[in-house]
């Protein structure tokens, strides 16, 4: 089963619309991590959440921590052609050293001008 | 300009044929990593090193190797043991021990090569 659920799959916004892309595990998060990858290129790095309750913002990109550090949101408001992508969250889930980061299997955004 | 190349982005080989992926990196990180990422599948883990002459599996190992024999060099060969090789490979690194962190650093990825096997 997969260790990290990314919800939704896909997503497919007008441009100037809020939206929510959510990350669960059914274990403690002791990091998460957010990229976003254009399609057929690398991941980029958007932040890092590491406490619960945590929330850091960047632009118009807001990405939270729960207080259970099982779940984070990444917020995206005003929508833009700009934020089309895909966006993955990464987690270190404290298995066998914590350089190790488990993946989502990514959030497909498109967003229509 | 600190960063990862990968290379070529673009590779074709014949089945039975063993193909080697570039991976190099010079940010001075000590880990570096290799993924490969499916439609649909998200990231897998191939192999990590988090220092020079030392790797281990990830998740998918069967039919890769590796070698670390330099600390910005992480070479991902896949042999004609990997059943199912046509994949976007992704190479990343990090620091490690991550400086001022109780967790690891984030990592930075390579823009990828994306492998064809027919």
């Known amino acids: 089963s997969q260790e990290l659920e990314q919800s939704p799959q896909s997503l497919i916004v007008q441009e100037g619309k809020n939206l929510t892309i959510n990350c669960t595990s059914s274990?403690?998060?002791?990091?998460l991590y957010w990229y976003k990858q254009k399609y057929g290129e690398g991941l980029i790095f958007l932040m890092m959440?590491?406490?619960?309750?945590e929330e850091k913002s960047h632009e118009k990109i807001t990405a939270k921590l729960d207080e259970k550090k099982q779940q984070s949101s990444l917020h995206i408001t005003a929508s833009q052609p700009s934020h089309a992508g895909i966006y993955l969250c990464?987690?270190?889930?404290?298995?066998?050293?914590?350089?190790?980061?488990?993946f989502g299997k990514g959030t497909k955004l498109t967003v229509n001008p | 300009d600190g960063g990862i190349t990968q290379s070529p982005k673009y590779l074709f080989r014949k089945e039975g044929q063993n193909v080697t992926l570039s991976c190099e990196q010079n940010?001075?990180?000590?880990?570096m990593y290799w993924y490969r990422q499916d439609p649909g599948q998200g990231l897998r883990l191939i192999y990590y090193?988090?220092?020079?002459?030392?790797?281990q599996k990830g998740d998918i190992a069967e039919g890769y190797s590796v070698s670390r024999e330099k600390k910005e060099s992480f070479p991902l060969t896949v042999t004609s043991a990997q059943k199912n090789p046509t994949a976007f490979y992704l190479c990343?690194?990090?620091?490690?021990?991550?400086?001022?962190?109780?967790?690891?650093?984030?990592?930075?990825f390579g823009p990828g090569t994306r492998l064809t096997v027919t």
């Open positions: 990343a690194s990090s620091m490690y021990p991550p400086s001022g962190r109780a967790l690891a650093g984030e990592q930075y």
């Open positions: 274990k403690t998060l002791y990091g």
């Open positions: 959440l590491q406490k619960g309750g």
């Open positions: 990464g987690a270190d889930l404290g298995q066998g050293g914590s350089e190790k980061l488990v």
């Open positions: 940010l001075n990180h000590d880990a």
């Open positions: 090193s988090q220092i020079v002459n030392d790797f």
